[in-house]
């Protein structure tokens, strides 16, 4: 079946860095879009950013652009997340997704189950 | 700019029907469809709802949402105690190339 697990989180300090990885079984991950998110304590969810299917579009909140890179490596099926320059506000529990369907009718239909990145 | 908006809390006794919306702040986002999750506490988000009103195998015919294009709103009827949850309603906005969601809605169930 489906599975999203993460990984790599952790207590780090402001300006340092850390690379979340989402390792997926069960399907192939070239085959959907896949997103970041976030949630940090007391929050609501955030999507934060996402790589295309054929790897040609990212895009990110304005709050991660130059600090945080999405990619992927196909021939481990693993997402991965580089975050550099870390600041206190990108504590949160960091979420990987696979979104399904078309960019109209699309949704985030599996989901990891999260992993905790405190900048301290 | 793409905003989804929820209340920040609903309620209502076991056994009732509740309803949250998500009411969309710009007229381009309407194009897409709205998808809800739920997050219960320290667990990881469901999908509840996808495309608007379609159910996922597994989810409880309990669980409804509609679509008017301006507003989403899913329905809850039956509550339960175990629905005690955090709610999101969520779409891609393919003009912006980013995923927009709504600040989310706390249930409880009294």
């Known amino acids: 079946q489906v599975q999203l697990v993460e990984s790599g989180g952790g207590v780090v300090q402001p300006g340092r860095s850390l690379r979340l990885s989402c390792a997926a079984s069960g399907f192939t991950l070239s085959r959907h879009g896949m997103h970041w998110f976030r949630q940090a304590p007391g929050k609501g969810l955030e999507w934060i950013t996402y790589i295309s299917s054929d790897e040609v579009n990212k895009n990110s909140i304005l709050s991660v652009k130059g600090r945080f890179t999405v990619s992927r490596d196909t021939s481990k099926n693993t997402l991965y997340l580089q975050m550099n320059s870390l600041r206190a506000e990108d504590t949160a529990v960091y979420f990987c997704?696979?979104?399904?369907?078309?960019?109209?009718?699309?949704?985030?239909?599996?989901w990891g189950q999260g992993t905790l990145v405190t900048v301290s | 700019q793409s905003v989804l908006t929820q209340p920040p809390s609903v309620s209502a006794a076991p056994g009732q029907k509740v309803t949250i919306s998500c009411s969309r702040g710009s007229s381009n986002s309407g194009q897409n469809s709205v998808s809800w999750y739920q997050l219960l506490p320290g667990t990881t988000p469901k999908l509840l709802i996808y495309d608007n009103d379609k159910r996922p195998s597994g989810i409880p015919d309990r669980f409804s949402a509609s679509n008017s294009g301006t507003s989403a709103t899913l329905d809850i009827a039956g509550l339960q105690t175990g629905d005690e949850a955090d709610y999101y309603c969520g779409t891609w906005d393919s003009s912006l190339s980013a995923g927009v969601f709504g600040g989310g809605t706390k249930l409880t169930v009294l």
């Open positions: 997704a696979r979104f399904s369907g078309s960019d109209g009718s699309g949704s985030w239909d599996y």
